[in-house]
């Protein structure tokens, strides 16, 4: 029911984003059904999309969805925050199997928020984490691969920030229990 949902959110929101008064072409009972007030796109309908496969364990279309939903931030004219979304989210999906790709699409994540003149010590400032949580999370990939090194650097890099890593989990998770 729920990727039937996503399936049907992905065609109603890209028939939407083509049009040329999206989004206040979009009806106020769509925007509460799909996305709890606030207007949603097509790329976040993808993701989710993604994410239920992922969560079915069927990785194979996750994997499709996800490059599904990279393709769709791409053709987006609305915000180039929907495709750094969508390639954070795919680094995220492919962490645990397969480190290479998640540090391509991690990496191009960050590559477009340096692009755009976006500072780690500019989004910390301003209260958001995002920014450190994902050059945290290539650090975390680059150690999970054995890549020692990379990970060091990345972790001196935002050693200055750390009293904001609130998401780790330090110690035995056991342990912790």
């Not at 992905?10 to 999206?22: A, K, Q, S, V």
């Not at 976040?44 to 969805?65: F, I, N």
């Not at 990279?70 to 795919?90: D, F, H, P, Q, V």
Request: with cysteine.
């Amino acid at each position: 029911e729920g990727i039937s949902a996503a399936e049907k959110a992905i065609e109603l929101f890209t028939g939407f984003e083509h049009r040329p008064d999206y989004p206040d072409c979009i009806p106020e009972d769509l925007v509460y059904e799909y996305d709890g007030g606030s207007v949603s796109t097509s790329v976040q309908a993808h993701l989710t999309k993604a994410g239920l496969y992922a969560q079915a364990d069927r990785r194979d279309e996750a994997d499709m969805a996800y490059e599904e939903a990279i393709a769709r931030a791409g053709e987006l004219s609305i915000s180039g925050n929907y495709l750094t979304l969508a390639l954070t989210k795919a680094g995220e999906h492919h962490m645990l199997y397969n480190n290479q790709k998640a540090l391509e699409y991690l990496n191009k994540a960050v590559e477009l928020y340096e692009c755009s003149g976006i500072s780690l010590d500019e989004t910390v400032e301003e209260g958001n984490l995002w920014f450190l949580k994902l050059k945290d999370t290539i650090a975390t990939v680059h150690e999970m691969q054995g890549d020692e090194d990379r990970s060091k650097a990345l972790r001196e890099e935002l050693g200055p920030y750390e009293e904001y890593i609130t998401w780790r989990v330090t110690g035995n998770i056991h342990e912790l229990a």
